[in-house]
T-cell receptor, first 110, second 115 residues
Framework: SQKIEQNSEALNIQEGKTATLTCNYT??????LQWYRQDPGRGPVFLLL???NEKEKRKERLKVTFDTTLKQSLFHITASQPADSATYLC?????????WGAGTKLIIKP | EPEVTQTPSHQVTQMGQEVILRCVPI?????FYWYRQILGQKVEFLVS????????KSEIFDDQFSVERPDGSNFTLKIRSTKLEDSAMYFC?????????????FGSGTQLSVL
């Protein structure tokens, strides 16, 4: 079955730097891959969706890449701010459902 | 901005009791979902619902669980006889259309504690 791996250790980044988070999957390449942000005690909030035929997607300070050869998606936040501190989840389609990674906690230090 | 609302925010119940978790999806959305997240663990899909019937469900969604859209706005998840392992945050979500290529809008969740 499809497995998703995200770095379970918290990522500490200095304010103003670029944060890069990784999402790896193990089996077939999904048609879609999504990234969400989750704050403590809150529901996930949609950020970006990338399709299997897209290499890169951008939205303001956010950028997502999708490498089906490496079975990996990278999520970048440029010019990071303390308000970007949260857990970031990747999710991909599997049998008409979304399956989720465990998320990476990002801490942006002022 | 329209949002998915869930009530209650916290629910404490005794093992074996029935609970109903309520959700009001975004008004023009057609697909509704329930997910759960056990503390410190991954978000897990439970069920999707479209046109007044279940479209997909996971192995977690056994006979103890049911969903209903009792009127034009509410979407409920019922757990008939709660177990300790049902303790989790339950999230309702909705989307304009279905399919894994659609972004989901989540509510703030109901924290269910089974004692």
């Amino acid at each position: 079955s499809q497995k998703i791996e995200q770095n379970s250790e918290a990522l500490n980044i200095q304010e103003g730097k670029t944060a890069t988070l990784t999402c790896n999957y193990t089996n077939y390449s999904p048609a879609y891959l999504q990234w969400y942000r989750q704050d403590p005690g809150r529901g996930p909030v949609f950020l970006l969706l990338i399709r299997e035929n897209e290499k890169e997607k951008r939205k303001e300070r956010l950028k997502v890449t999708f490498d089906t050869t490496l079975k990996q998606s990278l999520f970048h936040i440029t010019a990071s701010q303390p308000a970007d501190s949260a857990t970031y989840l990747c999710a991909l389609d599997s049998n008409y459902q979304l399956i989720w990674g465990a998320g990476t906690k990002l801490i942006i230090k002022p | 901005e329209p949002e998915v609302t869930q009530t209650p925010s916290h629910q404490v119940t005794q093992m074996g009791q029935e609970v109903i978790l309520r959700c009001v999806p975004i008004s023009n959305h057609l697909y509704f979902y329930w997910y759960r997240q056990i503390l410190g663990q991954k978000v897990e899909f439970l069920v999707s619902f479209y046109n007044n019937e279940i479209s997909e469900k996971s192995e977690i969604f056994d006979d103890q669980f049911s969903v209903e859209r009792p009127d034009g706005s509410n979407f409920t998840l019922k757990i008939r006889s709660t177990k300790l392992e049902d303790s989790a945050m339950y999230f309702c979500a909705s989307s304009v259309v279905g399919g894994a290529g659609e972004k989901l809008f989540f509510g703030s969740g109901t924290q269910l504690s089974v004692l």
